[in-house]
């Protein structure tokens, strides 16, 4: 007990010098608790529009589809698609989809900003299954669903605000077939979609599976199939498929964005251990300031018959008395921080328009509510404290006791 009144009396004998240092933690615990329910809204916000958006709960691709699936080629397709559905049959729904790529041709007597032509991703769709499975063609905010037999295309909200399209619009997409010739297909904008994906809004270009066989020469030949459907009859359906195509779930499926979520995550905690390694160097040094100044008194106690271990610890508490106070403060500012970012978010949105950050996120960034969040900045908040006060105390013990006295 004599220990810790003399490390409270110690903590506010200067009291501008431990405010000033407790401040440098506390926006480190600040700063931590916010980029970590930042990321974690990011990260739950992102699977979620995998999930309704792109994924499903799995996916069946033909044969080797997947392992080239950045050239999105049209060798790896689904020829015999009754053998498949039959497979499909257990699941609550399914939609065949055909990705490929084209160059997006617009002019501006169209009514395009300019003329020009962009290499896009395309997604054919069979539009009466695939609203049942993917929630996008709920948020068409300007003109309407696609037609399975009208030349027609869906545009994501920011791909036609930049390029000026609106619906209405003729656009013209140069294909390669299946077999290597070159056709355009020419459809109109009959829809604009604004979706809570930022990718979507973004890049996502739909047209009719109907009009993008026959142009494409497929012959009913397709990428895939996207479906919903309970875990058990997931775990059993890659059984009752033949070698020529493959079923991925959905923790497969977005095997990417797991990997470039966890180098995110990797890439804050560098910078979150760089803000406490800073907090920390402030924390060391006012111990090792208070520490010098009381030589003299350091030289008395241990004269009086004080022992260096309770001296050292006296200051180590004394250290973790900033750690405390730090991390109140920190935790003060951080919880209505949080709230606000929980309830209304951050629009950032005007950066997702022209940039992929990689996160399917809305531009209005919600957080989360994490309890490890706290407990980790507890933790490390005074546990460092504590550490960084050991090293100038072991030197001034080092030292005799006629040096400490004589040092004054």
Not at 79 to 104: C, M, N, Q, S, Y
């Amino acid at each position: 007990m004599k220990l810790f009144k003399l490390s409270f009396m110690n903590l506010f004998r200067y009291h501008k010098r431990t405010f000033i240092t407790a401040s440098a933690l506390a926006y480190g615990i600040l700063m931590f608790i916010f980029i970590d329910s930042f990321m974690a809204g990011s990260s739950e916000e992102s699977f979620r529009n995998y999930r309704i958006h792109d994924t499903g709960d799995g996916q069946v691709l033909a044969a080797g589809w997947w392992e080239h699936r950045d050239d999105l080629s049209l060798d790896y397709v689904i020829e015999d698609r009754a053998i498949v559905e039959t497979a499909l049959k257990e699941t609550e729904v399914f939609t065949p989809h055909l990705d490929f790529t084209a160059d997006f041709l617009f002019y501006k007597s169209d009514g395009f900003v300019e003329d020009g032509d962009l290499p896009v991703v395309v997604r054919a769709i069979d539009t009466e299954t695939a609203p049942l499975v993917f929630q996008q063609y709920e948020d068409i905010v300007d003109g309407r669903m696609i037609e399975s037999d009208e030349n027609s295309v869906l545009l994501g909200s920011w791909f036609a605000e930049k390029l000026g399209a609106t619906v209405g619009a003729p656009i013209l997409l140069q294909v390669k077939t299946r077999y290597g010739s070159t056709d355009v297909i020419e459809l109109e904008v009959t829809g604009i979609i604004h979706t809570g994906d930022s990718a979507l809004n973004r890049k996502a270009i739909y047209i009719p599976l109907f009009i993008a066989d026959e142009y494409l020469e497929m012959e009913g030949a397709i990428t895939g199939y996207t479906v919903l459907a309970k875990d058990k009859v997931l775990e059993s359906l890659s059984a009752g498929l033949d070698g020529s195509v493959r079923f991925l779930d959905y923790y497969e499926l977005t095997y990417d964005f797991q990997s470039m979520a966890a180098m995110s995550d990797s890439f804050i905690v560098i910078i979150i251990a760089l803000i406490f390694i800073i907090a920390s160097v402030g924390v060391s040094n006012t111990m090792m300031m208070g520490i010098y100044e009381r030589k003299y008194e350091v030289g008395m106690m241990r004269s009086l018959g004080m022992t260096d271990g309770e001296i050292m610890k006296s200051f180590i508490l004394e250290a973790m008395g900033i750690g405390l106070i730090g991390l109140s403060i920190g935790i003060f500012l951080a919880i209505p921080l949080n709230i606000f970012l929980v309830n209304h978010g951050i629009d950032y949105g005007f950066m997702l328009k022209d940039f992929d950050v990689g996160y399917r996120t809305t531009g209005v960034l919600h957080g989360r509510w994490k309890a490890s969040s706290f407990i980790y900045s507890a933790l490390a908040g005074i546990s460092i404290s504590g550490i960084m006060a050991i090293i100038p105390a072991r030197r001034i013990l080092k030292k005799p006791i006629s040096e400490n006295l004589r040092m004054n």
